[in-house]
């Protein structure tokens, strides 16, 4: 019986390589069947023992890119999340962006007082009584995960804020609820902490139907970052201008202006975000 070849995950534990799973990746991302069949196809027979996930993304993303870019994007989502940085500050911006789209009142960046000591809040989001403390763990690395301390560290920040800020009688009779997003995936302990301690974790595919790849293909709303028609400082002054969506693009192309791009090349970007945002879960 010939043994399935073993490929590298991002976290340096091997696994055999799974078909499926890049076939739903790609479907997810708009590519039709016959498209991600054959890519399947031609991944698999490039595959070698010890090939890493990155280098099969890569692959795939390549074959993606030579007919539509706007698929291409969709599928590097995971990746551009990691663009969001280098610090977490886009990120946290990004989960605000997200919670609007749900239709609550959001701040983001306040510092507030705790019964013990003050505490900044990253994402403070509002809406018919329900209010989310929200913290942002951002990684720029696939492979940096958030353990079981975090949690534990923020859920003591949480209850301080409880006992302080939140304990005025503007926040009576709501429900506050402390949240976590991470850009890429919790520990097993650290998810059966946020489950004992009521605290809602959020990571690319976790909870199931409702992480943060769920939810941006539900609201429609891309990271800037996932754009390939521009390069990476260009994506980093965005960035550092408090742009964070491929959406804000659209909507007001004058943030473009800084970049000063040649006519031809501001073109192809407008059509590119125009592309993505139009995109659908296949």
Not at 197 to 209: C, E
Request: charged share 25%.
């Amino acid at each position: 019986m010939i043994q399935p070849i073993q490929i590298t995950k991002a976290s340096g534990e091997k696994a055999p390589f799974n078909p499926e799973k890049l076939r739903r990746s790609l479907h997810r991302a708009g590519a039709g069947k016959d498209r991600s069949e054959a890519i399947v196809r031609a991944v698999a027979v490039q595959l070698r023992e010890g090939m890493t996930t990155r280098e099969i993304y890569r692959l795939a993303h390549r074959m993606l890119r030579k007919e539509t870019r706007p698929v291409a994007a969709r599928y590097s989502l995971k990746q551009a999340l990691l663009g969001l940085g280098p610090s977490g500050y886009p990120f946290e911006r990004f989960v605000g962006k997200l919670l609007e789209a749900d239709g609550y009142k959001v701040q983001t960046g306040l510092l507030r007082e705790g019964h013990c000591v003050p505490h900044e809040i990253d994402v403070l989001a509002e809406l018919d009584g329900k209010v989310i403390v929200a913290e942002c763990k951002f990684h720029n690395r696939q492979h940096l995960v958030s353990d079981v301390k975090i949690p534990l560290y923020i859920h003591s920040r949480f209850r301080d804020l409880q006992a302080g800020f939140l304990s005025g009688p503007e926040w009576q009779n709501r429900q506050i609820e402390g949240w976590i997003f991470t850009n890429t995936r919790f520990t097993e302990d650290a998810l059966q902490y946020g489950r004992c301690s009521g605290l809602q974790l959020v990571a690319w595919n976790t909870p199931f139907d409702f992480g943060l790849a769920d939810w941006i293909d539900r609201t429609g709303l891309h990271p800037l970052s996932c754009l390939s028609s521009l390069t990476q400082r260009e994506k980093d002054r965005l960035l550092n201008h408090h742009i964070v969506l491929v959406r804000e693009i659209l909507d007001a192309p004058e943030v473009l202006a800084p970049l000063r791009l040649a006519p031809d090349r501001q073109r192809a970007v407008l059509q590119e975000a125009e592309s993505i945002a139009a995109l659908r879960p296949a």
